[in-house]
């Protein structure tokens, strides 16, 4: 069982995650749709969209500095502060219809984007050894109440200024970080700034050659890279469809739920089944999600039920690569394998996030939908082999 105060860290880290994510899928509902009407060359439509996984693959680094060194509070207030500043960017950007403005803004709530998504590290630290995947799972569950208020936040708000479409949205998501400024202040993590390690640091050279390390960033990267590639081109497949704007923030909420509802069991399948297995059950739901997705155009049945299955896949691979992650190095060590791993995922998404846009406008759905089974089955390949051998070393 966990201590009191541990419940209480984890409850305010899943509120945080609650508000970050509600911003991210307010941003995914409408970030491609902007950039399409303020893109002269439509082919460049989610770069906006790639703008935001490159600051996020570039402040990775510096952010896990910053909290390293300033410790982890201070850190996600400063990501809070970032994101403000690209939702004033991004209010600018659609007063005065200028596409490149987008990009920065989505850079900047790239960037404090890739902080937040340091509350399950933050999560971990905090709880006991034999909770921790738990507690990572419970934190990612916060992510469950962005399903109902991202997408419909988005929706609700578009409209708040008549002559300015999507000014609101950007309004909408100032509200959202100043609820994350006050939810962080009530956190009481434990200070590591200083902290004495029963075990020194390893040579990075030492860790980052660990098999274990490197199917873990695999599968964090490849699984979350599929979901970005799939999910940043839905809205405008919707739309091409002739189904409206509603019923595109409609598919994402429904989305965003399959990615954050498994919360409240991923944790304690993990600690049944293993966190390998449980990356390959989230590949092959990948595959069903694919399959759907390509057998028709129909909004529930296909693209309803592929973006559900997508959700789910995405949080079985990206909770299991996490925690797995997580076993396999030294709290000495966390900084730098963390930052490193944040890296490698968010680089992978930002090529998935562009590659999305241009694929979408030259080839199409269907191509865009083949494209993704490729990283998917490498991740199968990569973690069924590390399990054999490992299952062989040990036999």
């Avoid at 009407?37 to 996984?53: E, G, I, N, Q, Y």
């Avoid at 995947?133 to 008549?162: C, H, K, Q, V």
């Avoid at 944790?267 to 089944?273: A, E, S, T, W």
Wanted: charged share 10%; net charge positive; with cysteine.
């Amino acid at each position: 069982m966990s201590s009191p105060e541990v419940r209480r860290n984890i409850m305010f880290l899943s509120l945080c995650v609650a508000l970050s994510a509600s911003a991210m899928s307010l941003i995914f509902t409408v970030a491609a749709v902007i950039g399409y009407s303020l893109a002269t060359d439509k082919s460049l439509s989610t770069l906006p969209v790639a703008f935001m996984m490159i600051a996020m693959m570039a402040m990775t680094a510096p952010s896990a500095m910053v909290m390293a060194k300033f410790g982890r509070k201070f850190g996600f207030w400063m990501g809070s502060g970032i994101a403000m500043m690209g939702a004033l960017s991004g209010m600018g950007a659609v007063y005065y219809s200028n596409f490149w403005l987008l990009c920065v803004a989505c850079a900047c709530i790239g960037a404090g984007n890739a902080i937040a998504m340091q509350y399950r590290f933050a999560a971990a630290e905090a709880a006991p050894p034999e909770f921790r995947a738990r507690a990572i799972s419970y934190t990612m569950l916060g992510g469950l109440a962005s399903a109902f208020i991202g997408p419909n936040l988005a929706s609700f708000a578009r409209n708040w200024f008549e002559t300015v479409p999507f000014l609101g949205t950007f309004v909408a998501l100032i509200g959202l970080q100043v609820l994350l400024v006050i939810a962080i202040g009530q956190l009481r993590l434990p200070d590591m700034r200083g902290h004495k390690h029963a075990e020194p640091a390893r040579p990075l050279k030492t860790v980052l050659g660990q098999p274990a390390v490197i199917v873990a960033i695999i599968a964090g990267a490849l699984g979350y890279a599929v979901m970005s590639f799939v999910m940043t081109a839905t809205p405008l497949a919707i739309l091409d469809c002739d189904y409206a704007f509603g019923d595109a923030a409609f598919i994402i909420q429904w989305h965003v739920v399959g990615m954050y509802a498994p919360g409240f069991f991923t944790g304690n399948l993990i600690k049944r089944f293993g966190a390998l297995k449980i990356i390959q059950v989230g590949a092959l739901l990948n595959f069903v999600c694919l399959a759907v997705g390509l057998s028709g155009q129909d909004l529930i049945g296909n693209f309803w039920v592929s973006l559900v299955l997508l959700g789910i896949a995405w949080n079985f691979m990206f909770v299991g690569a996490t925690t797995f992650l997580t076993e396999n190095y030294r709290s000495s060590e966390q900084a730098r394998v963390q930052a490193i791993n944040e890296f490698a995922v968010f680089g992978t998404v930002a090529i998935a996030s562009l590659s999305a846009g241009s694929i979408y406008a030259d080839s199409g759905w269907v191509t865009l939908l083949y494209s993704a089974a490729l990283p998917v089955g490498l991740v199968l390949l990569i973690v069924a082999g590390y399990a054999i051998r490992r299952k062989a070393q040990t036999a």
